[in-house]
C-alpha cells in the first residue's frame, strides 16, 4: 500500500465514522421522538449539513491522493 492510498484509506474511515455518527444522532432523535417537534426542520438541516460535511471530507481526501 502506497503512502497516498493509506491516507486515502485513512479519510475514508474517518468519513464513515461521521457519517455513522451522523445516521445515529438522527436515528436516536427520530426514535425518541424529538423530530415531530417544531424544530424538526433543524434536526434534519443538521443531519444534512453532517452528510455534505462528510462527503467534503472524502472528496478532498481523494483530490489530495489523486496523481
Known sequence: MTISQGLLLESWVS???LLSK???EFL???KQ???IDADEDEKIELY???LVEAKAS???A???VEP
Open 28 to 30: 436516536k432523535d427520530y
Open 58 to 60: 472524502l472528496s478532498i
Open 48 to 50: 444534512e449539513e453532517s
Open 62 to 64: 481523494r483530490t489530495n
Open 22 to 24: 451522523a445516521r445515529y
Open 33 to 35: 421522538g424529538l423530530l
Open 15 to 17: 468519513t464513515r465514522r
